[in-house]
């Protein structure tokens, strides 16, 4: 998990400490800062939004005057968000089909890896198919996962295939 969040760790973290660095007072300017950073993240407007209104409210009844109590809300803030679930992931029938959709470098290539590793190891028989057809290296990211997993990896005729084809192959 450590190795999977260096990147993270490295660009989002690395970003919210330097606005410590650089801004000493704990104030609302400072909230104006670090929603930048988590907008431009991808962490999400919705989601950056909810964030901040609630270290609003703790900076309002003066709970958050230090930067260690503004890092300790934002770990608990991003905790809360990570651990609900609306609902499981449960596949019913059989074959199953997930769809996983997303802007370039959000995860999921590691996404799909570590799902299929769940459901390998759930006794499930896992197919992974490489849709991403025209972004470089995408179809070669999917196969390390699929030997990692010991899965297959339909890649169709390679790059710039016809995406549409490729899922229909597998």
């Keep these: 998990l450590r190795s999977g969040l260096d990147k993270t760790r490295g660009g989002v973290i690395a970003r919210i400490a330097n606005i410590f660095r650089k801004k000493k007072e704990i104030d609302p300017e400072l909230l104006d800062e670090l929603q ?16 901040l209104a609630r270290l609003r409210e703790r900076m309002d009844k003066r709970e958050l005057d230090d930067e260690d109590r503004v890092w300790a809300a934002l770990r608990e803030e991003a905790s ?3 651990a609900r679930a609306e609902r499981p992931l449960r596949l019913g ?3 199953s089909l997930i769809l996983v959709v997303g802007v370039n470098g ?10 299929a590793s769940r459901f ?12 991403d057809t025209f972004r470089a290296a995408a179809i070669e990211q999917l196969e ?3 030997r990692r997993v010991g899965c297959p990896v339909v890649t169709g005729k390679g790059r710039k295939a016809d995406p549409a084809a490729v899922i229909f192959d597998a």
């Design 120 to 131: 390998k190891d759930e006794g499930k028989g896992v197919i992974l198919a490489a849709g």
């Design 144 to 146: 390390v996962w699929g």
């Design 80 to 82: 809360t968000i990570l």
């Design 106 to 115: 959000v995860g999921k290539t590691t996404t799909i890896g570590k799902l």
């Design 93 to 95: 029938t059989s074959p």
């Design 36 to 51: 930048e950073v988590l907008i431009t993240a991808d962490v999400g407007v919705k989601t950056s939004e909810k964030i």
